[in-house]
């Protein structure tokens, strides 16, 4: 069969289903099962005969959707908080990694902009970080202890006040979305000219590496959370500014469900980024190199793994599973 005919011939049952999966249409799980069925036949048939296509990349995506409606179907004895982060945020993160690697770009821009505007402006630095910082920071310096502002304070103090800031940026970055993904960009911007700067002023002064040891223990986490936080915020603006087949309103509700979900992923890495803050990042000018370095390759490697990598394990396990019918109770 021809692909013009393929499509033709599946295209309204493909519609159809995706309208029941994206409205919540579905009432018979059994007939949510054999839906989902006929879509992978599709899929695996359009992977063999139509391999450069790019309807298997609408199937794919429909088929990712229709088996998290079928997982939060399922009637199992599994504990629904892990299933959350084990099985559902990924297949999320799946779907929406465009606007996980658009976060990422934008992150990667707007810190450049900040690093080149301290180099060429001796006062820019000053007028991102104020001058009370700026000066704390060249005292410390001077003293031997580039990081030094991370040793105020209690452990569990600086613990909870730096957690309960960063979530609330975060939180903040989402829904500021809710304006086209303008006001997402501003927070971006804001403090991604502030971490640019941050840093060159640290090289500009010939300790930057001991400022990497410090403030990336805890900020391999920490930022990284963020910029999945933006990307939140952006898919929630990107669902009001184009809502594609369905009412604006619906698009919107399905953004803002989608992106929830995301932001709620990231609290458990803006806890630990705080926890290692608060109680590990003071010493990190005493402890060995391997250790200081190893501690940020580990959080790294973590959650870069688990929103970049993982995401597509468990796709492709999702799309290998139609084979065996679900189970309902």
Known sequence: MREVSFIKQNKEKWLSFEQAIFNNDFKDPDELASQYIHLINDLAYAQTY????????????????AFQKIYKTKRENTNRFVEFWKTEV???CYQYRKFIYIAFIIFVTFTFIGVISAANDGEFVRSILGDNYV????????????????????????????????LRVGIIAFILGVFGGVGTLYIMFKNCIMLGSFQYFFYEKGVFWESVRGIWIHGSMEIFA?????????ILG???LFPGTHSRYTSFKHGAKIG???LISTFPFTFFA????????RYSNIMPHFLSVGIILITLGIISYYYLIYPFKVQKEVTSLPLLKPSFA
């Open 135 to 166: 000066n704390m920071s060249l005292e410390n310096i001077e003293a031997g202890d580039p990081v030094a502002v991370y040793k105020s304070g209690s452990n569990w103090g600086s613990f909870i006040g730096i957690t309960i800031n960063n």
């Open 90 to 92: 990924p297949l999320i």
């Open 238 to 240: 990107a669902s009001i």
């Open 274 to 281: 705080g926890f290692l803050e608060g109680f590990v990042t």
């Open 226 to 234: 963020i910029v999945i936080e933006c990307a939140a915020g952006l």
């Open 260 to 262: 929830v979900k995301i």
């Open 50 to 65: 139509y391999p450069k296509s790019k309807v298997i990349l609408y199937l794919n995506q429909l088929a990712a959707k």
